[in-house]
């Protein structure tokens, strides 16, 4: 008999989670903690076939000034064979619990291949498909378990040139478990945000995200440096069979652009995720194509130097339980049109 417990045991959670094929951060149990001090609501929900658990989901409470609703992020995970018969169960209880905190809607978005079953299976539990993705919906994913050589020969001939020309020009990696050095990726984040003009999360939000994943020994920053000047930093975390490329800065000038140190800092986070068993490194959202007007091009041409193979992810779905959901998906599905506006009120 499928059943729904409150979970309150992290070995228990977290085991589930690493025995899964490409382990999910984003569920896992310190993932809850972080957002525990962001001040939310968090419910750490078990799904059992009787007494053995097969699935998780890890739901958080997100007020706004523009709605209020309950977000599992890129979850539930189910095990493989029970997925509609969990998420129908899961969704009653979460349509119960969006009730009693009287939340506009509940979005979930499972990593699960975006094709006609996994569509069916969310929409045959009476979910709706958003209006706007939350998570990345195409993900890069880069099977890192073969030998280097073979690693290399898959990359980008370019990508292929920028590693061992960083190496050349003397840029050294080195990855950091202390603290103190975090405010090394937060200056060159600022300045990489003023670059490329996007809106970042409070900066508060990625400090307090390095030190609860830090705390789990799941969190390193990386540094590239040519002698005391910092080139580049980037923040990856390690789960279960996967290491993470989750927040990424770089000096911008010409000569620092001549010695190419991201590219030489991810081919150290690489080795370093082998040398620990880790299977993929996934290097989180890229386009959808290869448009060069696309404002990802540029990253995305970076990451696709490395090799691999993109996963596009079924857009997240939600369940409306107020009148207000019309409005509000009218408003997500034109955010674009104005730009950082909602993002402000949104917060």
Do not use: C
């Amino acid at each position: 008999m499928i059943k729904i417990e409150l979970v309150e045991n992290q070995e228990v959670w977290d085991t589930f989670l690493t025995n899964q094929p490409h382990a999910n951060i984003l569920q896992s149990w310190a993932w809850g903690d972080f957002q525990f001090k962001l001040n939310r609501k968090i419910w750490r929900i078990g799904i059992f076939n009787d007494s053995t658990m097969i699935g998780v989901a890890l739901a958080q409470l997100i007020p706004t000034k523009l709605r209020t609703h309950i977000y599992v992020s890129n979850g539930p995970v189910i095990a493989n064979g029970y997925e509609a018969e969990a998420l129908g169960k899961l969704m009653g209880y979460l349509k119960a619990l969006g009730i009693q905190e009287k939340v506009n809607f509940v979005r979930v978005d499972p990593l699960w291949e975006d094709n006609r079953t996994n569509r069916q299976t969310l929409k045959g539990v009476g979910l709706k498909k958003a209006s706007t993705h939350v998570q990345a919906e195409y993900k890069w994913i880069l099977d890192i378990s073969p030998n280097n050589a073979t690693l290399l020969n898959q990359m980008k001939k370019n990508t292929r040139y920028e590693i061992k020309k960083a190496e050349k020009e003397g840029v050294v990696v080195r990855a950091s478990t202390n603290f103190e050095e975090y405010d090394l990726f937060e200056l060159l984040f600022m300045k990489t945000v003023a670059r490329q003009k996007f809106v970042p999360h409070p900066y508060e939000y990625y400090k307090t995200q390095f030190k609860t994943l830090l705390k789990a020994d799941m969190y390193k920053i990386y540094i590239a440096q040519k002698g005391d000047t910092v080139l580049a930093t980037a923040l990856i975390a390690t789960f279960g069979d996967s290491s993470f490329y989750l927040h990424a800065a770089s000096l911008n000038n010409r000569e620092a652009n001549k010695l190419m140190a991201p590219q030489t800092l991810v081919w150290h986070a690489i080795q370093e995720g082998k040398a620990q068993g880790v299977k993929y490194f996934d290097f989180w959202g890229v386009a959808k194509d290869d448009n060069p007007k696309d404002q990802w091009a540029g990253f995305t041409r970076f990451k696709k130097g490395f090799g691999g193979e993109l996963f596009k992810v079924v857009r997240a779905h939600d369940l409306p339980l107020t009148p207000a959901y019309a409005l509000i998906s009218v408003l997500e599905a034109t955010r674009e049109l104005w730009g950082g506006i909602y993002y402000k009120i949104k917060r």
